[in-house]
């Protein structure tokens, strides 16, 4: 799973928080540290372990490092955090000469093999991600008040469907489900993270996986809300695409239909009958 958000949005205590959850026990966490040494300002939570990463922050010295916690006999990894490992590809990737999209076929597979790493170890590992921030001007107090806010992950596009659960963290430490295939969190409202969220995963994780029934997935389609959900949502079910393709259409044609009646409203150019 990944938590991505701007510096500040409290990525690495709610990972140490979701860790506990997952096993209990702080002494088997550990901590891939890329942040110098942050992850040491929430010792007091717990004697987790600390494996200090300095540069270069290449793909190898990630996977290195995530098999030494295997070793050792750790049951959650946090990697805080792996953006540092795709800066340093592209980093690499301008200094090579040549042409540059050939010189992809160099770098990918490095990558892919970090990625592999991670999806392929028997440990619970929760990555952090760093996200581009901006600024957007929010009404307070009748005041345009500048509130800092994350946008796109740094890091490779499309890493996200890979994982598991992607959890999407503010400037108020509240997070929101942008991807979850355990069906726990998607479409719930935000909400801080805790070690009781690592308990409700602990509990999907131990359930013997048969995987999603069709009532399953039609409840999901129903609950959307954008265009953008519903889209999502059929291609993370691609095996029920064509069985409940009606479903889709239907609620497909709703969520159109709502957003063209908010458009009108908003233009005033519904007709209303002379109700006001």
Known sequence: MALQGPSGSGKSFSALQIAKG???????????????????????????????LAPPFSPERYIEAISVCEKAGIEVVIIDSITHE???????????????????????????????????????????????QDYILNEKNGKLVPEKVGLKSVQRDGL????????????????????DRTGLFFGKPESKLSISTGREILHWCN????????????????????????????TEFQGFQQVLKPEFEKRKLELLSNSDVTKKLASGKLPTNGVK
């Open 160 to 179: 996200e469907y890979e994982l598991t659960l992607v959890f999407d963290l503010d400037m108020k430490n509240n997070a929101v489900a942008s991807k």
């Open 207 to 234: 359930q013997e996986f048969t995987g999603p029934t069709t009532d399953d997935v039609i409840e999901r389609i129903n609950r959307t809300a954008t265009i953008g959900e519903l889209v999502h949502l059929y």
């Open 86 to 132: 795709w800066e340093n590809l592209l980093e690499y990737h301008s200094s090579m000469q040549g042409n540059s999209f050939t010189n992809w076929g160099k770098v990918t597979p490095r990558h892919n093999a970090f990625v592999q790493k991670i999806l392929q170890s028997p440990l619970h590992i929760i990555c952090t991600m760093r996200t581009k």
């Open 22 to 52: 997952l096993c209990l026990k702080w002494e088997s966490i550990a901590v891939v540290d890329t942040e110098n040494g942050s992850s040491e300002l929430y010792s007091n939570l717990g004697p987790y372990q600390v494996l200090q």
